[in-house]
C-alpha cells in the first residue's frame, strides 16, 4: 500500500521517516548501584546512601553501562541513529540532565583515549614497515656482495616479521578501534531523554 503525500499532513511523514532511522535504547536506573561503581579510587561507597550527582565524577560512572550503550550501538546499521531513553524512577529532571552529562563525559573521555590509540597504532606500524626496511636493504647486501647465507636468510625473516605485524597493527588492530570509535560516535550524537 502506497502512502499519499497529501492525506497525511508533512510533520507525520517527517515522524514517521525519523522513527525509521533512528532506534531507541532503554537504559533502566533504579538506583545508584545501577548508575555508579561501587568503588571509586579513594572511597568505597555505602549501597545505602544518595550518592550527590553534582559532586560525582563521570569515571564514576558503572562500567557496564557504557558497555551495555557500546554493544547496542555496535549492533546497529552505520545509517541508523540511536536515542538513549533515560529510564530512572523517583529523579527529578535536573538529576536526570546530570546523570545525561555524567554518560556523555565518560563517552567523550573514552572516545578520546581511543583516538589517541588509533594515532599510536598508525604511527607503530609506519615506523615496525621503516624497522623492516633496513633488515632487507642489509639483507641484499649480504646476498649479493658477501656469501653469508645464514646472515641473510636471518635478515630477511626479521623483516618480513616487521612487516607482518606493521600489517597486523593497521588492518587489524587498527581496524577494531575504528569500529569501537564509530559505535562512540553514535551514542555521543544519540538524543538522551527521559
Excluded at 633496513?134 to 647486501?141: A, K
Excluded at 616487521?162 to 564509530?182: D, G, Q
Amino acid at each position: 500500500m502506497a502512502i499519499n503525500k497529501n492525506s497525511l499532513p508533512p510533520m507525520k511523514i517527517n515522524e514517521k521517516l525519523r522513527s525509521l532511522q533512528t532506534r531507541t535504547v532503554k537504559l533502566y536506573i533504579n538506583d545508584d548501584s545501577d548508575l555508579f561503581s561501587r568503588y571509586s579510587l579513594n572511597t568505597e561507597r555505602d549501597p545505602d546512601s544518595k550518592i550527590d550527582l553534582a559532586a560525582a565524577s563521570p569515571s564514576d560512572i558503572n562500567r557496564e553501562l557504557i558497555e551495555y550503550l557500546e554493544k547496542e550501538a555496535a549492533v546497529l546499521p552505520r545509517i541508523i541513529g540511536m536515542n538513549i531513553d533515560l529510564c530512572a524512577k523517583g529523579r527529578t529532571q535536573e538529576e536526570l540532565a546530570l546523570i545525561a552529562d555524567l554518560i556523555k563525559t565518560e563517552l567523550k573521555r573514552k572516545y578520546f583515549r581511543l583516538h589517541v590509540t588509533s594515532i599510536k597504532t598508525r604511527w607503530h606500524s609506519v615506523i615496525l614497515v621503516l624497522g623492516s626496511i633496513i633488515p632487507l636493504m642489509v639483507q641484499h647486501f649480504f646476498s649479493t656482495m658477501v656469501s653469508h647465507f645464514a646472515i641473510s636468510e636471518f635478515l630477511l625473516v626479521v623483516a618480513w616479521v616487521f612487516m607482518w605485524k606493521a600489517v597486523e597493527l593497521f588492518f587489524f588492530e587498527h581496524s577494531e578501534i575504528m569500529k569501537e570509535k564509530k559505535s562512540l560516535k553514535k551514542i555521543l550524537r544519540a538524543e538522551i531523554f527521559s
